[in-house]
């Protein structure tokens, strides 16, 4: 399984930009990142996924390096609802169209006031 | 839709006791995916599903665990007989894949612990 790595903790003001650093240097050319994010007391959600374009969304972007071997989440105004671990994954692909998300540790994203 | 619902939310057991957790998808997504989760161990995949079938098992622990889909709106996860290792957050997902999105959507969890 590829492997992302991710700071332990990062922390924040409100309203204020917030990039979340993952590496991956041993991604394979088909291998998508993937961001989901936790909140406390929830299920993980998703929050972005790219392959090697930039990608946006309502909730987030996703800056991918031009070699791949690393991506940034930024949330452009940081809330205190944001408050969460977040996770970086690389889908791996079994077979065919069957694939699974391996979570690692994440990182914890504290939002202060 | 009301997204992924698992039952129950909350269960406390003996050890040796039998437990099944149930999981109903969210309609019309054909992978279900069953997670544990905690704190030394973060969260595992177990197994999973596509169309009922289970494709990977590879990360159920031991014999002890089983997990069923008998069809596309229900799945179970047992275990029997159950340890206090087992104590855990155990969540059910599940996603429909294309070839423009292959979100997961997650349950609320049902939260396990065996004395």
């Known amino acids: 399984d590829a492997k992302t790595t991710q700071p332990n903790s990062m922390e924040s003001n409100e309203e204020e930009p917030v990039h979340l650093p993952c590496n991956h240097s041993t991604i394979s050319g088909t291998d998508y990142i993937h961001w989901y994010r936790q909140l406390p007391s929830q299920g993980p959600e998703y929050v972005i996924h790219?392959?090697?374009s930039n990608v946006n969304n309502r909730m987030a972007s996703l800056a991918i390096a031009e070699d791949r071997k690393s991506s940034t989440l930024i949330l452009h105004r940081a809330t205190l609802r944001d408050a969460a671990v977040y996770y970086c994954i690389l889908r791996d692909v079994i077979g065919g169209s069957n694939y699974k998300l391996t979570f690692g540790k994440g990182t914890l994203l504290t939002v202060n006031p | 839709d009301a997204g992924v619902i698992q039952s129950p939310r909350h269960e406390v057991t003996e050890m040796g006791q039998e437990v099944t957790l149930r999981c109903k998808p969210i309609?019309?997504?054909?992978?279900l995916f069953w997670y544990r989760q905690t704190m030394m161990r973060g969260l595992e995949l177990l197994i999973y599903f596509n169309n009922n079938v289970p494709i990977d098992d590879s990360g159920m622990p031991e014999d002890r665990f089983s997990a069923k889909m008998p069809n596309a709106s229900f799945s179970t996860l047992k275990i029997q007989p159950s340890e206090p290792r087992d104590s855990a957050v155990y969540f059910c997902?599940?996603?429909?894949?294309?070839?423009?999105?292959?979100?997961?959507?997650f349950g609320p969890g049902t939260r396990l612990l065996v004395l």
């Open positions: 790219g392959l090697t």
């Open positions: 309609s019309g997504h054909d992978y």
């Open positions: 997902a599940s996603s429909y894949v294309s070839l423009v999105s292959e979100t997961q959507y």
